[in-house]
C-alpha cells in the first residue's frame, strides 16, 4: 500500500504548521511538489522548501517536482473549464504516485492553507482512486492553518459579531451577489478586485496579503477610502516577489440583527 497525506502548511509561515503536521513530515519519504508556470513558481517552491528544511529533520526524503496545467481562465463555462484543468492535473498526480513511489513508501503534498478549502486535491485523490484501484494507494488528510485564521488574527477581528452569519466565497461568486445582503463576507481567490464595487456601499473590509510571513500587508477601512491603497499593495507585491496571494472580509456597518425599514 502507498499512503499519501495531504498537509496543510498554513499561509506560508512555517512556525503555522499543527503539531500533527510536523509529526507526519517526519515520516515522509517523498514530498510531491507541484509547480505552477509563471514568474514567482521559484518562490513559491522554495517557501515549502524552507518549511521541509525546518520540520522533517527525523529522516532522510527526497523531492519530486512536477508543472501544473495552465487553467483557461477566459473560458465562457467556469464549471467544464475548472474539471478540465483538475483532470488534467490528476493525471499528473497520479503518474507521480505510480511511477516515483515504491510499495509501502509515504508520500505527501504540501497544500496552502487547508486541504478542505478550495484547494481540490482532496477530489483528485478521491478520482484516482476511484480510476485505479489497483494503484494500491490510500490517503489522510492533516488540516491547515487557513488564510482566514491568519487574516482575523493579524487584524485582531473575531471571524463573526453577535449573532452573526459567516459566508466564505470567492471574488468570482461576490460580483453577483446584492451588496445588500453582503453582511458579512470572507473573500477567497479574487484576481479581479471585486471589493471596488463596495466603495459606496457602506462596507468595511479587512485585507491582508502575505499573511503571517515576513512580508505581511495589512489594511483596513471603508471601501472607498482603502481600495486604491489596496490596489497598489497588489501591484507592488506581485511586482516585488512575483506572486501574491490575499484574502479579504467585507462587512456591512449594519449591526447583526438590523432588519431593512429599522
Not at 499561509?11 to 505552477?36: C, I, Q, S, W, Y
Not at 521559484?42 to 528544511?53: Q, T
Not at 509515504?106 to 485505479?132: C, K, T
Not at 477610502?225 to 506581485?238: E, F, H, K, T, W
Request: hydrophobic share 40%.
Amino acid at each position: 500500500m502507498k499512503t499519501i497525506h495531504l498537509i496543510g502548511i498554513g499561509a506560508g509561515n512555517p512556525e503555522h504548521l499543527t503539531l500533527e503536521a510536523v509529526r507526519v513530515l517526519n515520516t515522509v519519504d517523498v514530498f510531491f511538489l507541484l509547480e505552477k508556470d509563471g514568474v514567482g513558481k521559484d518562490a513559491l517552491l522554495d517557501v515549502r522548501r524552507s518549511i521541509l528544511e525546518k520540520h522533517a529533520t527525523a529522516k532522510p526524503w527526497r523531492v519530486v517536482t512536477s508543472s501544473t496545467p495552465a487553467r483557461d481562465r477566459e473560458a465562457a463555462n467556469y464549471e467544464a473549464a475548472v474539471k478540465d484543468w483538475r483532470d488534467k492535473r490528476s493525471e499528473g498526480i497520479h503518474a507521480m504516485i505510480a511511477n516515483e513511489m515504491a510499495d509501502g513508501e509515504i508520500g505527501a503534498f504540501l497544500v496552502w492553507g487547508d486541504p478542505n478549502l478550495y484547494d481540490g486535491m482532496i477530489d483528485s485523490l478521491l478520482q484516482i482512486q476511484a480510476e485505479d484501484p489497483n494503484l494500491g494507494m490510500d490517503f489522510t488528510v492533516i488540516p491547515g492553518i487557513t488564510c482566514i485564521q491568519a487574516l482575523t488574527a493579524a487584524h485582531r477581528i473575531p471571524l463573526n459579531r453577535i449573532g452573526e452569519s459567516i459566508t466564505i466565497t470567492t471574488g468570482r461568486l461576490l460580483e453577483d451577489m446584492d451588496p445588500a445582503e453582503v453582511t458579512n463576507a470572507v473573500v477567497m481567490l479574487d484576481a479581479k478586485r471585486t471589493y471596488r464595487g463596495f466603495a459606496e456601499t457602506g462596507h468595511t473590509i479587512y485585507w491582508g496579503a502575505y499573511l503571517g510571513t515576513s512580508n505581511q500587508i495589512l489594511a483596513r477601512g471603508p471601501v472607498g477610502d482603502v481600495s486604491a491603497q489596496i490596489d497598489q499593495a497588489l501591484d507592488n507585491g506581485r511586482q516585488r516577489n512575483g506572486w501574491i496571494m490575499d484574502t479579504y472580509i467585507l462587512r456591512s456597518n449594519a449591526e447583526p440583527g438590523d432588519k431593512k425599514g429599522h
